[in-house]
């Protein structure tokens, strides 16, 4: 899919991968493309190098011939908010998600991380669909488990790019995404969280119905009942 669209809204579930994959497609893209800016946006900055330390952990793994080659031997910038290499002139910069961040910045690729959480999703996103739209080749993703507002600014978007309304991609990767994941696990899940059921629903996901569904994402009643 990150090869394909390049504009992506994406709602999973939790702990399926999909923030490692993000790292090491915002890590090729920096090693392969001169000049190449990711920019990372998360709920606040922790989160943001978060996701900017994964793709720093892919680097350091790689074979040591590959981090010998000189333009990907001199780390440059190398912190927990920026981080490329000096030879290719490309780099990816961490941010939270505050009403101005990103503004002035240009990208290549855009990855708004749990946008479902974010304070200024709506704002950031205006920005960043604009330094994509003027980059050649450029990629913006919108990744996120669901937050409890059904009618959330992301929410929303995600309709709209299932409807065809609005040019992005509307994906979907739910619990069973995950390879080992089947009935038992959810079952187990649902008795964990006996006492708080949409927790389940909100966190671990069957379908986009039950993850955009109020009842399922919030309610503390038994829908059922």
């Not at 290549?108 to 709506?122: C, L, P």
């Not at 899940?189 to 039950?210: F, G, H, I, L």
Request: charged share 25%; proline share 5%; aromatic share 10%.
């Amino acid at each position: 899919a990150l090869e394909v669209y390049p504009l992506i809204d994406l709602i999973k579930s939790k702990k399926i991968g999909i923030s490692w994959a993000l790292a090491i497609h915002a890590l090729r893209k920096i090693m392969t493309k001169p000049g190449w800016r990711v920019l990372e946006f998360s709920k606040g900055m922790i989160e943001a190098q978060e996701l900017l330390a994964k793709s720093k952990i892919v680097y350091h793994n790689l074979p040591e011939w590959m981090k010998e080659i000189p333009e990907w031997s001199i780390l440059e910038p190398n912190s927990s908010e920026q981080f490329g290499f000096k030879g290719m002139r490309s780099l990816i910069r961490a941010y939270p998600s505050t009403e101005t961040a990103g503004v002035g910045e240009t990208g290549g690729t855009v990855i708004h991380d749990e946008a479902d959480f974010h304070d200024f999703y709506e704002a950031n996103l205006s920005h960043t669909r604009a330094t994509v739209a003027d980059t050649p080749g450029g990629q913006l993703v919108s990744v996120t488990t669901v937050n409890e507002d059904p009618d959330s600014c992301f929410k929303n978007h995600w309709r709209a790019a299932e409807a065809g309304k609005n040019g992005f991609k509307a994906l979907f990767y739910g619990v069973y995404s995950r390879p080992g994941r089947d009935e038992a696990f959810y079952e187990q899940m649902v008795k964990e969280n006996e006492a708080t059921p949409w927790k389940v629903k909100k966190n671990y996901p069957r379908s986009a119905e039950e993850a955009l569904s109020p009842l399922s994402a919030q309610s503390c009643f038994k829908k059922e009942v």
